[in-house]
Every structure is written in C-alpha cells, then in structure tokens.
C-alpha cells in the first residue's frame, strides 16, 4: 500500500504558468519535506513542516511556496516556474527521530 | 555549510563480489547518517541507517561509521545485477532535520 504519494507523477508547464504540486501521507507522520532533485544532482531541501510550522531553507527560492492544510496533505506551489526549474520533486514524510520516507515524486518540465 | 561527498563513480563491481561505497561529511554536529538507492528516474529508497560509531549489518549491507574521520561507508556483498543504481549518502543533525545528501555514486554490477 502506497504510504506517500505525489500527484500528478509527471506534470508539464509553460514558462511562467503556476503549478502546484501535491503530496499526501497515510502514515500519520508529522513532519513533511520537500526536495527538489535536478538531473544528475543531489536531492536538496527546500523546506518542511513539522507539524503546523513552516521551515524554509535559507536559499530556497521565493518562487516556491509550500501549504498544509492537515496532518496528510501538503503542497508545493511554484509561483512562476522558470526552465531552471525542471526538476524532481519529492515529498519525504517522519515521525522524528525515525527516518524519512519518500514518494514517488514528481517530474515537473518546463516548456 | 553542510556538505556531503561522494564518489560519482561509476564504480563497476563484477557479479557476486563485494561493493564498497564510501562517503564524507562536514558538519561534525551530524547525528544520523542513511544510504539510499536511486534507480533512474525514481525516488530515494532507504537501504540503511546508522547512528553509532561502527558497523550494522542488515542481510547483504553493512553500513560503518567513523564519526572522528567523518566517514561512512556501506558494503555490499554477494552484489547481484539488480543492485546496479545510484547510491545517495545522507546525513541529519537528528530530530526534524532535513537530510543533506551527497551526489551518489553510480555503482554498476556486472554480469
């Protein structure tokens, strides 16, 4: 059974169109990440929630926005992607101080 | 800054033989450390975690840490075809914090 999962799995865009990418959790956990993994890169982080708080990272875009409305959604919006933006996101859930677990991801081109 | 460093490989490994895969970190405050498996065009899928200094060893993976070298390693015996796919080493600071991964390196075995 799928514990994590992203929607939509593929997602295409034009230049500057909004997109928002979704991540949902069967797993009760209470922190959500996502990571933003470019081709032949290292999956970095642009943020997480532990629980209801919101944790950017110092160098992550203001392009990228994230929401979550409950304990098993949350959302990764970017505001007007660039074709530098290509890339797989992925959605990582814990329940501190286990591990991580991932999602699927999602490929996301930028036309 | 945190960094994690790996060898990209690729790293060709003969069917049956032992991979070895190692990795360094920065940061000396790093509290857990995770090897991941990256097949081409997927997520992360966690093989192992290691928090202490030493060896753990989970069926055909041990994973070893040095924390006064900043090393971590991962063997693999028996390697099989199937294990051939990118190895990410990840490192946290513990609790909720996201993980910082190396590049990976791009362990082929060959038949």
């Known amino acids: 059974d799928a514990m994590v999962i992203q929607n939509p799995r593929y997602q295409v865009t034009q230049f500057g169109k909004p997109v928002t990418l979704s991540c949902s959790q069967t797993l009760n956990h209470n922190v959500m990440y996502w990571y933003q993994q470019k081709s032949s890169q290292a999956p970095k982080l642009l943020f997480h929630?532990?629980?209801?708080?919101?944790?950017n990272e110092a160098d992550t875009p203001d392009n990228f926005q994230s929401r979550r409305p409950n304990t098993s959604f949350c959302f990764l919006d970017i505001r007007s992607p660039g074709l530098g933006d290509a890339a797989m996101y992925l959605c990582a859930t814990s329940r501190p101080p286990d591990t991580q677990y991932f999602g699927p991801g999602t490929r996301l081109t930028v036309l | 800054q945190k960094e994690v460093e790996q060898n990209s490989g690729p790293l060709s490994v003969p069917e049956g033989a032992i991979a070895s895969l190692n990795c360094t970190y920065s940061d000396r405050g790093s509290q857990s450390f995770f090897w991941y498996r990256q097949y081409s065009g997927k997520s992360p899928e966690l093989i192992m975690f290691?928090?202490?200094?030493g060896d753990k060893e989970d069926g055909r993976f041990t994973a070893q840490l040095n924390k006064a070298s900043q090393y971590v390693s991962l063997l693999i015996r028996d390697s099989q075809p199937s294990d051939s796919a990118t190895y990410l080493c990840?490192?946290?600071?513990?609790?909720?914090?996201?993980?910082?991964f190396g590049k990976g390196t791009h362990l082929i075995i060959q038949p």
């Open positions: 990840a490192v946290t600071g513990g609790g909720a914090d996201g993980l910082t």
């Open positions: 290691i928090y202490s200094n």
């Open positions: 929630y532990y629980d209801k708080d919101f944790n």
